[in-house]
């Protein structure tokens, strides 16, 4: 499919930030999988004297130019925390507002996802949402479905905890109908039963407000994901914080556990000796 240049926000994109992305591309790797935590939109408007659906709708301004930015850059895979299973628990206007604005944002970006060959995916109780939001988001995927820039995974209604538990019935599941050997039941295997089976496990997660905490997010997939938190709020959260987070990436020495390389050396059981006793 031929590539327009993406349009998601309004403007062209500067020369200087063409530059921008270069660099970075050629600094170190761009993260395949990027995973963000959008918080601070009700603190944002509340700070402004405003309600709370301001910040939300402010929030969809964010969610377009780190879209955009990150297919631009090469990210393959975007997941945007939207709505948690504990969001069910707010107020029904403010829920009702967010649901109204997710039908309005996903009519309004469906073409230009689908020109710039973004696939929109979700995880999460989906069944959950208004019906009119169910149809929306299935009408999008559908027509996003062979593309192949990017995913834009949208997790609505989604809790890590929910994830896991829904993985362990289904393994549970399928022992007792005696087409899996519990014996079989490692990492690789618990991975394939969560919702995000067919995408890897972010390689970086961002959250924004300034929270230090994972609020019950990708639970287990963010194992070895890096972490780079920020004081901004969602809506203010813009293509240049995620430079940031990038840079801050591309710095990180990532060891799943293992020592830094040339730092291996074996010693000798008289070494290990001298050096407990
Ligand atoms: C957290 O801020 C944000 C949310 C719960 C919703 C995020 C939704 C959007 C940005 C709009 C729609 C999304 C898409 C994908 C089009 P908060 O309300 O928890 O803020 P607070 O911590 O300041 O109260």
Redesign the pocket.
Known sequence: MALEPLNLTDGKQSDEDKKIQEDLQKSGSVPDHIAII???????AQKKGNI?LH??KA??E??RDVTESCAQLGVKYLT?Y???TE?WNRPSSEING?MK??VQ?LRNEADRLNRNDIKLITIGQIERLPAKCQRQLQEVKELTKDNSRMQLC?ALSYSGRWDITEAVKHIAHDVQMGDLNPEKIDDQLISSYLSTAAIPDPDLIIRT?GEYRISNFLLWQLAYSELYITET??PDFRRDELYDGIRSFQKRDRRYGKVRNGHNKSLSATVINQIIS
């Open positions: 959008m918080d601070g939109n009700g603190r944002w709370r910040g939300h929030g969809v964010s969610v945007l939207a709505f948690s969001n967010l604005l997710l944002a949208l407000s709020y969602w």
